[in-house]
């Protein structure tokens, strides 16, 4: 077999992994997706991000902080997995604080968390 | 129902990217005295998500792997030379991706890379060629909740040698010796005239492997391997094992004679675990599974594993063949 006499059928090769590579974008699903609701009285929520605080691989800030009764905009998360979400939010008398959270982040999910007050006022995720 | 086979031969499982050592193998395989060239050029990706793929900071992440390779050596383009000389260089970067957009990961420390550069030469009348380079992988570094952790580049001087049908194989680091494998790879001349279902391209080759450099289970380890043609170059099998026991066996079909086009059946123990594996190739197109080749070179197990992928030696032209094979001497029965 000469070089020439495999132009078209790596041609149609090329064409067949197109098509088929074209199929699994389909078939993938998309990225994950995150919405955040605030039911808490005393947090505010500033930020909230993938990875390590000090370097976050993803970070979202919300500026003016997401006040108690509102709902942060639909964010699609970079990555799918089990991924450690972290929150950062500051209290009425502007303390901060960085809670930690699991998020277990399918592909294509749409994950909604409540933040939200115990009866001993700790901050719960939901 | 062949995707449903397919998907039905999968297992859970990943090993460190280790690419290097088996493009080595090639290198000594695929380059003689004769040869003009050799070219591998690939886009490499297993097509279902893992989770196995732990990030020090993100967590567990869904996601595919990836591999891309541009790596070619060239000797001077004058065919009727008697001694030719020649220039290798090459880029590989890999790792974890989270889609098949065939994009980049968000962490640029998901994605490892490496170069190689080396110096190539051959003397064509006594069949001697011979290969020398440097091949470095970059650091990794990130810092996390469990502290830093970081990965030291690595640096390592190799050289291939083939005289007629011996070759030699050798990488060294700071801490000694990588790698060293001696082999015999025949030309394609029969070994009999009158047993023209036995010939060509008799393989055999003793390896012995550094700890880190052992894609198999980690230990210094020597290993070897026979390839034989069972049905002229359209059939072959192979087998290698090692002092740690038996490694796999393959048998390998090919409706060319340059070897790009045909269907791999393989089983193999890697980790100590029993892999089967399959692999059909088609000119730039492979489709894997477990392939012990596959598993060697892009350090993905138990998906389904797509290559765009580009791979030959060439000695004029109009001749060229996947790494290992040589077209048949005029006249021989294929």
Redesign the interface.
């Known amino acids: ?3 020439r006499d ?1 132009v078209i ?2 041609l149609a ?2 064409a ?2 197109a098509a ?2 074209g199929c ?2 389909d078939l ?1 699903g998309g ?1 994950p997706q995150l919405q955040i609701q605030v039911d808490s009285h005393r947090w505010k929520l500033e930020s909230e991000g ?3 605080t ?2 976050p ?2 970070m979202v800030s919300f500026d003016p902080p997401v006040d108690g009764g509102a709902v942060t905009k639909v964010q699609n998360l ?7 979400l972290f929150l950062r939010l500051s209290d009425t008398l502007g303390k901060d604080t960085v809670v930690r959270h ?2 277990d982040a ?2 294509g999910d749409f994950l909604k968390l409540d933040l939200v007050d115990d009866s001993v006022g700790t901050l719960r995720i939901r | 129902m062949f995707w449903t086979l397919l998907i039905g031969l999968a297992v859970s499982g990943s090993d460190p990217t280790s690419a290097w050592p088996q493009e080595l193998e090639d290198f000594q395989r695929g380059l003689h005295a004769k040869a003009l060239g050799y070219l591998d050029v690939g886009q490499i990706q297993t ?1 279902e ?1 893992n ?1 196995t ?1 732990g ?1 020090p ?7 595919f792997r990836e591999y891309r390779r541009v790596l070619g050596a060239m000797l001077g383009p004058d065919s009727s030379s008697q001694v030719r000389l020649g220039l290798e260089g090459g880029w590989e970067g890999g790792g974890w991706t ?4 065939l994009s980049t990961p ?2 640029p420390n998901l994605f490892h890379a490496s170069w190689s550069a080396g110096l190539c030469g051959s003397l064509v009348a006594s069949k001697l060629f011979g290969m020398a380079g440097l091949h470095h992988t970059d650091a990794m570094d990130w ?3 469990g502290g830093n952790r970081v990965l030291a580049p690595e640096t390592d001087l190799w050289t291939v040698v083939r005289w007629n049908r011996a070759g030699l194989l050798a990488a060294t680091d700071r801490r000694g010796l990588c790698t060293s494998r001696l082999s015999y790879l025949s030309d394609p001349s029969p070994l009999s005239r009158d047993a023209g279902w036995f010939f060509p391209q008799l393989e055999a080759s003793a390896d012995w492997e550094r700890a880190d450099w052992n894609r198999w289970n980690g230990n210094d380890e020597w290993a070897g391997t026979l390839r034989v043609p069972l049905l002229a170059q359209r059939i072959s099998a192979r087998v290698e094992a090692g002092s740690d026991g038996f490694r796999l066996a393959q048998v390998s079909s090919d409706i ?3 070897g ?1 086009v045909g269907m791999d059946l393989s089983w193999s123990v890697r980790h100590g675990e029993d892999l089967p594996g399959v692999r059909m190739r ?4 492979t489709f894997s599974v477990n392939d012990p080749d596959d598993v060697d070179e892009f350090a993905v197990r138990g998906s389904l594993v ?1 290559s ?1 992928r580009f791979r030959m030696t060439w000695e004029d ?2 001749t ?1 063949y996947s790494p290992g094979r040589r077209p048949a001497p005029p006249g021989a029965k294929s």
């Open positions: 077999m000469k070089f495999l059928p790596s090769a090329l067949v992994g088929l590579t699994l974008v993938y990225d993938l990875g390590d000090l370097s691989v993803w970079p990555v799918a997995g089990n991924l450690n699991l998020l399918g592909v | 097509m998500p989770s793929i990030h900071t993100l967590g567990q992440l869904d996601g989270p889609d098949l957009y968000p962490d810092s996390g909740p060319d004679p340059q790009e088609i000119p730039f197109l797509w765009l032209s109009q060229w």
